[in-house]
């Protein structure tokens, strides 16, 4: 398998403009979770999917921030307006089950590196 | 109460030591303590996850050691090498209940020198 696919992996976009993230989940995996990495704060998770319906998004950082997965193969995280703070590591993870117990790991993605400048 | 805090931020071993990397949980419902391995520009990737029932799991050089009393995890290396050089992330998460959480510590930049 391919693993967890991200695109783009690197953007750099102006402040207030529409940015989108996009994953490919493993084939077969009914979770799929989205993560932001940064210095200060280390890896938050942002809201996460079983079977295409989000479960918990709480970690959502505010309204600018969206989330879908329109189908059990894609899923995108959409940031408008984007702002300077929003300058982060955004992955992609998927998993066969979204307990760890058990030995279903998560996979993760090789990220999106987004700079808003 | 959701907090996992790792230690040190970053340390610097020659090839051969044993490198240890300290975790510590406040959430007492959290009962499954992985930890993850991210090389530069890459993801994260699970390295070896304990469950509380045992104090010390064992995989390949690399050793947790688990105290539940104190709330304390670690993870050792045995015999390091160059290439275990990369940032090493504890976390820990609550398989209970319908809502699923991995919690991460910020993370400790492991270098290996020669």
């Known amino acids: 398998d391919a693993g967890v696919i991200q695109s783009p992996r690197h953007e750099v976009t102006e402040m207030g403009q529409e940015v989108t993230l996009r994953c490919k989940p493993i084939s077969g995996h009914d979770y799929l979770f989205w993560y932001r990495q940064t210095m200060m704060r280390g890896l938050e998770l942002l809201i996460y999917?079983?079977?295409?319906?989000?479960?918990?998004d709480s970690g959502m950082p505010e309204d600018r921030f969206s989330a879908k997965m329109p189908n059990a193969s894609f899923s995108t995280l959409k940031i408008q307006p984007s702002e300077p703070r929003d300058s982060a590591v955004y992955f992609c993870?998927?998993?066969?089950?979204?307990?760890?117990?058990?030995?279903?790991?998560?996979?993760f993605g090789e990220g999106s590196w987004l700079t808003v400048v | 109460q959701q907090q996992v805090k790792q230690s040190p931020q970053s340390l610097i071993v020659q090839k051969g030591g044993i490198p240890i990397i300290n975790c510590a949980y406040e959430?007492?419902?959290?009962?499954?303590f992985p930890w993850y391995q991210q090389f530069p520009g890459k993801g994260p990737a699970l390295l070896i996850a304990i469950r509380p029932d045992v104090s010390e799991k064992k995989e390949g050089r690399f050793t947790i050691s688990f105290n539940k009393s104190a709330k304390q995890f670690s993870l050792h290396i045995m015999d390091s090498q160059p290439g275990d050089s990369a940032t090493y992330f504890c976390?820990?998460?609550?398989?209970?209940?319908?809502?699923?959480?991995?919690?991460f510590g910020k993370g400790t930049l492991l270098t290996v020198n020669p």
């Open positions: 993870a998927s998993s066969l089950a979204g307990s760890p117990i058990g030995g279903n790991t998560i996979y």
């Open positions: 999917f079983n079977n295409n319906v989000p479960i918990d």
């Open positions: 959430n007492t419902a959290f009962d499954y």
């Open positions: 976390a820990a998460s609550n398989s209970g209940g319908s809502n699923y959480k991995l919690t």
